[in-house]
C-alpha cells in the first residue's frame, strides 16, 4: 500500500486553517494530527481531539524521550506534533493534515522533504486584524502578540510549495484548492520513481 502524504498546512492566526481543514477531514482520507500544546483549552475544544492539553512538564519530558516529531514555542506555550500517531497515520496510508506554524513547518522539511507545505491566507494583513478580532476568543494581549508573530511567518511562505488564499466565503474553494494539490502530488513522477520499472514488471 502507498504511504500517505503528510501535508502541513500552516497560516496566520485568523487564517481559518481550522475551518479548512475540517472540510478535508470530513473525508477518510484526511486525518488531523493531533498535537499537544500547553496552552489552556479554548471554549468547546476537547481534550484528545483538538489538542492534548498537557502541563510544561509533561512536554519536556516528551521531548526528552524523542516522542517529538516536531515541536516549537508559540507565544509563550509548547507545540508539538506526535511522531508515533503521525507515522502510523501515513503507514495506514492515510492522508496526515499538520496544522504548524511556520517553525515547525521548516522542521519538518528538513525531516522529511517529502511533506507537502501549503500556506494559507487571508487576502491581506487588513483583513487578517479583522477576522481575528472579530472571532472574539483571544486577549488583547494575545492578539497583538500573534499580529506581531504574523510579520515573521508570512515572508516564509517563500519556503512553502503552495500558498491558498483564504478569501470572503471562500472556505469551500480553499478545500477544493487543497484537494487538487493532494491529487497532483500523488500524481507526481517525483512519487513514481519506479512507475516505468513496475509497468513492465507487474
Ligand atoms: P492555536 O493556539 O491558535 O491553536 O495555535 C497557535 C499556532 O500553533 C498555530 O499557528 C498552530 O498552527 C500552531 N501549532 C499547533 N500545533 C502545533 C504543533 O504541533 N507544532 C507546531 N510547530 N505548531 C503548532
Partial sequence: MKRGLMIVVSGPAGSGKGTVNGKLLESDEYVYSVSAT???PRPGEINGINYHFITKEDFK???DRG???????????????????????????RNLILEIEVEGAMNVKK?????VLIMLLPPS????EARLRGRGTETEDVILKRLERT?????????YDYVVYNRDG???????????????????VRRHKEASKEYFNS
Fill in 38 to 40: 500547553t496552552r489552556a
Fill in 61 to 63: 519530558g516528551r521531548i
Fill in 67 to 93: 516522542e517529538m516529531l516536531e515541536y516549537t514555542t508559540y507565544c509563550d506555550n509548547y507545540y508539538g506534533t506526535p511522531l508515533k500517531e503521525a507515522l502510523a497515520v501515513l503507514e495506514s496510508g
Fill in 111 to 115: 525531516l522529511y522533504p517529502e511533506a
Fill in 125 to 128: 494583513f487588513a483583513v487578517q
Fill in 151 to 159: 510579520r515573521e511567518e508570512v515572508p516564509l511562505v517563500d519556503q
Fill in 170 to 188: 471562500g472556505v469551500e474553494i480553499c478545500a477544493d484548492d487543497i484537494r487538487s494539490i493532494v491529487r497532483a502530488e500523488q500524481c507526481s
